[in-house]
């Protein structure tokens, strides 16, 4: 047996087992986000991070997360809402894959946790003519754009004490990239049975350790993601707490997205192959600093894979824009360059003073990023995050 308190080798937070050295990022980021650009933010701004992985059940964590750090930045300096119809490719990835696991037929009460502004929640209680829609989210600006879109908002973080809010019982409940924040899984599969139907299904959507761990990329590895799941890892969790999967998909953009019913199969996945991860992180991270060095830069996406790579290669951009017009004008923690509009991006890297520029994807949305560049006029090489030209 694994004994969970033996020294340096931390117990499994999913199945207790034992955990080994995984993944460990130096100086990195606490803030993903940009705030306004007269925000002060009390140091650190950074800080040393590392995740550890489980030997049988393939989940990785870290063992070190600072709670009360964590629980200030969803308060107080998370997303920034965009405008209707900015960054939808993972909302309509999400909406597809539920029509794929046949879950969007009948008309339900739904939940989701972690609403963020419920953008989701209300096209799909639109699609699913719901009867009704409840919304989880503990911060203040989402929760008002959700509540304009005549959602039932409880402003707080869902937990054991979700039932007490009274709720209908829920038959379709879904997280879209929660359960790799959350810190007590005990509380949060709690209230998820207390408000569940008897018939009700779960979906769990999070970054697929699988795909990321194949890809070597280090888009799941940031401050806020105290798990990394892998499918065997998260049907794991589920079946502790009741949990059967019935179907489960990657998207393009490496998001693993689950169904699970109450009671039904606990079958076992196999476990990703995850040796030398760390190893390629390195040298992804060499080579964009080669590929990147001695040119202006010109970074479009303005959130963690921007502030991630920032880090990496060890020098903000020259230029940085965003397609959500509610992050001009803001920056990143730390930094004193604010956000431009992609107008002014373009108009200024595009001008003969700003010589060798090259022009950075640094988000996922690149399907719908690319040809906005294209159509602001610009002729020159475009990159995404891990090097490969656009
Ligand atoms: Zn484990």
Not at 183 to 204: I, Q, S, T
């Amino acid at each position: 047996m694994n004994d969970p308190a033996a020294p340096g080798r931390p117990a499994c937070p999913v199945c207790k087992g034992s955990g080994t050295a995984f993944v460990r990022l130096p100086k990195q980021p606490i803030y993903q986000h940009p705030v306004p650009a007269d925000a002060v933010v009390a140091k650190p701004h950074a800080i040393d991070l590392e995740w550890s992985s489980c030997s049988d059940c393939a989940h990785a964590w870290q063992p070190n997360f600072d709670e009360s750090l964590l629980r200030e930045i969803y308060k107080s300096h998370y997303y920034t809402p965009a405008p209707d119809g900015i960054g939808v490719q993972f909302r309509d990835e999400f909406i597809a894959t539920l029509a794929s696991f046949r879950l969007n037929e009948m008309p339900r009460v739904l939940l989701e946790i972690g609403a963020s502004d419920g953008d989701v929640l209300a096209e799909l209680k639109n699609r699913t003519n719901a009867s009704h829609a409840y919304a989880f989210e503990p911060n203040e600006e989402n929760a008002r754009i959700a509540r304009r879109r005549g959602l039932d908002v409880r402003e707080r973080f869902f937990g054991r004490d979700a039932a007490a809010g009274s709720l209908e019982p829920v038959e379709l409940i879904y997280a879209r990239h929660v359960i790799e924040h959350v810190f007590d899984f005990e509380g949060f599969f709690m209230g998820l049975n207390a408000v569940a139907a008897p018939d009700a299904d779960v979906v769990l959507e999070t970054p697929s350790l699988d795909f990321h761990g194949a890809h070597g990329s280090i888009a799941p590895f940031h401050v806020e993601h105290v798990h990394v799941f892998a499918l065997r890892s998260l049907t794991r969790l589920a079946a502790l707490h009741g949990w059967g999967h019935r179907d489960s998909g990657v998207t393009p953009s490496g998001n693993l997205i689950a169904s699970f019913k109450k009671g039904g199969s606990s079958e076992r996945f196999p476990a990703p192959c995850l040796g030398g991860l760390q190893a390629k992180l390195t040298q992804r991270r060499e080579d964009m600093r080669r590929l990147l060095a001695g040119r202006r830069l010109i970074f479009w996406g303005a959130g963690s894979a921007g502030i991630a790579l920032a880090t990496a290669i060890g020098r903000e951009p020259d230029i940085w824009t965003d397609g959500n017009p509610n992050k001009i004008g803001k920056k990143f923690v730390g930094s004193t360059r604010q956000i431009v509009s992609p107008e002014s991006a373009i108009a200024e890297a595009s001008s003969s003073q700003f010589g060798d520029p090259i022009f950075v994807i640094t988000s996922s949305f690149q399907d719908e990023i690319l040809p906005r560049i294209r159509q602001l006029g610009w002729n020159g090489a475009i990159f995404d995050g891990t090097g490969h030209r656009l």
